[in-house]
């Protein structure tokens, strides 16, 4: 795709982004939103959206690793981690001891789990109970049509999936909440206390078993499982499901310039960090696509950043490219550098309180660079060196990509972190860039078009830099 010719040299970085750009590239913008909003409706969790990335991959001429003993400039090749994350790789002309460069996102989103014996009966409705996953609020997910997304694995090692809710001809599935006219004490609580975790329980079926006695209506759901999959109520305790809005992506705003849908956070980042290194050219140094899980409850266990599976990926890079050095792998990781590809939060009108207007993300003007996240006073942190945000500036400039700098929110409001300090840790240089988006975190999500095209072109500009 081409580059959208800057106008911005001549503008205040804080100028509308859209105003730069003519009928042509707003058609490019279009088309590469429709392509994205694809990828929203395919991935709706993170085990879809490694399935998503590695077909879109495949088609692009990647290979799985595991198939090639030796690996040569120009090689293309993905790495699985337990269906759960995915990194892929553009072999360049240097040696990896002088470096890569990384475009680090995550694939996981806030939803509510399924917990391991979810199905009761009570009051003639039969019904599941969900753990939450990640920062939400949990009021907003209640009344609100649900999916069910995920796996099953049986006793005999069999792998059952799980999709329910998103096809026209689907049931979908829904919390309940108070009607107003009984919500009194409710009303009256402290806003965060108005849904309890507890409370949000999904109504799963009403109709009663005919001939059974005993919780007739949980019987008639435990039957149509054992119909429709062969599950039984005791596969759920290995089970992984997940909850999810059962909306579509859809353009957002009489002049469609926004995306609006489930679980941007941060699949935005994800499929633009995937399509740069899909279309990216040749180059000297080798480029990475980090697609991690977990990053939204710590980043933790085997398929979070915080596991030692990417270095097993890099590894084998080095490895199959010839390279046996001591201390190899620390030498690569300290001469390279990446992008925290995560979303930031994009100033809102209505929320105005809580921003800093002259460090605050804005829709339509542009991808972010923050030189630092973490909550307060910077904690968790990774603060990226003013040399390397220097070099991600020139880069920026030299690809006419427009871009802002922000923090998230006031100092004292709150804050939020990435998996930047975990690259950080491996000795690389790291600053975190990302799509401004509103109501974060929320069943439906919104961002600009221009900004989610303008990551694409700085996270590319950056795979092909020197």
């Known amino acids: 795709m081409k580059n959208i010719k800057n106008n911005n040299e001549k503008k205040n970085l804080r100028k509308y982004g859209w105003q730069g750009a003519d009928e042509v590239q707003k058609s490019m913008i279009g088309e590469f939103s429709e392509g994205y909003m694809d990828f929203l409706n395919r991935a709706k969790t993170e085990r879809e959206s490694v399935k998503e990335i590695v077909r879109l991959a495949e088609d692009a001429g990647f290979a799985n690793i595991s198939q090639k003993k030796t690996l040569a400039p120009g090689d293309r090749v993905y790495g699985i981690n337990k269906g759960k994350s995915v990194f892929l ?8 001891l002088e470096g890569f460069h990384a475009v680090g996102a995550h694939i996981d989103a806030p939803r509510l789990d399924l917990k391991q014996n979810p199905l009761y009966e009570d009051g003639g409705m039969a019904l599941f109970k969900t753990h939450y996953y990640g920062g939400i609020k949990k009021y907003q997910w209640t009344t609100t049509p649900l999916a069910l997304h995920g796996v099953v694995a049986k006793t005999d090692g069999t792998i059952v999936d799980i999709k329910i809710g998103e096809e026209e001809e689907d049931p979908v599935f829904l919390i309940t909440d108070l009607l107003p006219h009984l919500s009194g004490k409710q009303n009256a609580k402290k806003f965060s206390d108005g849904i309890i975790a507890e409370n949000l329980n999904i109504v799963v079926g009403s109709m009663p078993l005919e001939d059974s006695e005993e919780e007739p209506v949980k019987s008639q759901i435990l039957a149509i499982l054992k119909d429709k999959y062969d599950i039984e109520e005791d596969d759920f305790r290995s089970a992984e499901i997940e909850a999810v809005p059962a909306v579509k992506a859809r353009s957002l705003g009489f002049d469609k310039s926004m995306v609006a849908a489930y679980g941007q956070d941060d699949r935005v980042c994800a499929y633009t960090g995937l399509m740069a290194i899909l279309n990216m050219k040749q180059t000297d140094k080798t480029a990475v696509g980090i697609f991690a899980d977990k990053e939204e409850i710590g980043s933790m266990g085997n398929t979070g950043m915080h596991s030692k599976n990417f270095e097993l990926f890099m590894m084998d890079l080095l490895e199959k490219t010839g390279i046996v050095h001591p201390y190899a792998m620390q030498r690569m990781f300290s001469a390279s550098c990446a992008l925290s590809a995560d ?62 700098s922000s923090e998230m929110g006031k100092v004292d409001e709150g804050g939020g972190g990435t998996i930047a300090y975990i690259l950080a840790d491996r000795g690389m240089e790291v600053l975190d860039c990302g799509v401004p988006i509103h109501s974060m975190h929320s069943p439906y999500e919104s961002a600009s078009k221009y900004d989610i095209y303008m990551a694409y072109l700085g996270y590319k500009a950056f795979l092909e830099s020197k």
């Open 89 to 96: 790789a553009v072999i360049g002309t240097q040696s990896l």
């Open 343 to 404: 979303v930031t939060a994009a100033y809102d009108p209505t929320f105005s309180e809580v921003m800093e207007k002259n460090n605050a993300s804005m829709m339509g003007k542009g991808v972010t660079i923050k030189k630092y996240t973490g909550a307060r006073g910077k904690s968790g942190a990774s603060d990226a060196n003013a040399e390397f945000v220097g070099f991600i500036r020139g880069v920026f400039k030299n690809a006419s990509v427009h871009y802002q």
